[in-house]
């Protein structure tokens, strides 16, 4: 595979194996694709196609004790396959955040959110506590969340859906990762909210610089979000190819069905001028 210096990630025949009571199990297999740095990679496939086994395989959050995870993944040119878990505690958060389908399920409910936010940020970095506020405010002021003040004095069950996946995105980004791995992050919103942090997502990807890998089973999302589109099916990859060539000019039997089956979401993209 060719690098390239704007190349975040890489990923490189990567298979995935599980032991079942009925014998070893593929989950995924031949897995290629690189990320540049701020674009966003859509990756869809129907339910069980191998989407969350692949992030789940970038983050290094299978147990190791029933998994064989075989391949290369770099970020930044660093393996992180088979790195210990004390090396990828400190990568995850940092250089890599994930932001989840359920964001009540991201957050501690008896911590508030400044306290979570201020706890994560000094697990990773050497700033003070007032620092670590004054970081976080201007995150929250970067992204449009209304009234930092307020919102870092609430306790998770306080805040609506929305907003904590508003929340958890702004934590996601306050230590500037080069990578957010987005795993349904709009599925359990309503169609407000749902564009609401799509924009927000793609603030961040231009404020900052950060790649986003964007797993959705939503033809929609990907279309107005993606620069490039990878297709899974039964744990393989079928069709991967900017997305204006795949919803152009889709070349698999697989993508054409998804293609004639999915929703539409209008979003006008350009983020500068997003309202969030
Ligand atoms: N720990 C595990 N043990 C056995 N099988 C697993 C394990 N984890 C995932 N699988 C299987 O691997 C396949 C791929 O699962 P995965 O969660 O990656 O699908 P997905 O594309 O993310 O689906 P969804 O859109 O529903 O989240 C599924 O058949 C799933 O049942």
């Not at 309503?190 to 997502?201: A, E, F, G, K, S």
């Not at 890998?213 to 899974?232: C, P």
């Amino acid at each position: 595979m060719e690098i390239n210096n704007s190349d975040i990630l890489h990923v490189n025949d990567l298979h995935v194996k599980v032991r079942t009571a009925d014998g070893v199990v593929t989950l995924v297999q031949d897995i290629n694709f690189k990320m540049k740095r701020g674009h966003i990679l859509g990756l869809v496939g129907e339910s069980g196609s191998g989407k969350t086994v692949t992030s789940m395989s970038i983050l290094q959050l299978h147990d190791r004790k029933n998994m064989n995870i075989e391949g290369s993944i770099t970020l930044q040119g660093k393996e992180l396959n088979g790195l210990g878990n004390k090396e990828m505690q400190k990568i995850r958060g940092k250089d890599i955040a994930f932001i989840m389908q359920n964001p009540m399920n991201s957050f501690t409910p008896i911590f508030t959110i400044g306290q979570q936010f201020v706890e994560t940020i000094s697990t990773h970095t050497s700033l003070k506590k007032k620092q670590a506020k004054e970081l976080v405010i201007d995150v929250m002021k970067r992204v449009n969340l209304p009234d930092p003040d307020r919102l870092l004095k609430s306790y998770p069950f306080q805040l609506s859906g929305g907003m904590l996946q508003r929340v958890m995105i702004a934590m996601a980004a306050c230590l500037h990762p080069s990578l957010i791995i987005a795993d349904e992050p709009t599925t359990a919103l309503d169609p407000h909210n749902q564009l609401i942090v799509l924009r927000l997502l793609d603030k961040i990807r231009s404020e900052y610089g950060t790649s986003i890998l964007l797993i959705s089973h939503d033809l929609g999302v990907i279309s107005e979000m993606a620069d490039d589109v990878i297709v899974m099916k039964h744990g393989r990859i079928v069709e991967s190819a900017n997305v204006i060539e795949l919803f152009d000019n889709p070349q698999h039997e697989y993508t054409k069905k998804l293609l004639r089956t999915r929703p539409t979401l209008y979003l006008q993209k350009h983020p500068y001028t997003y309202m969030v």
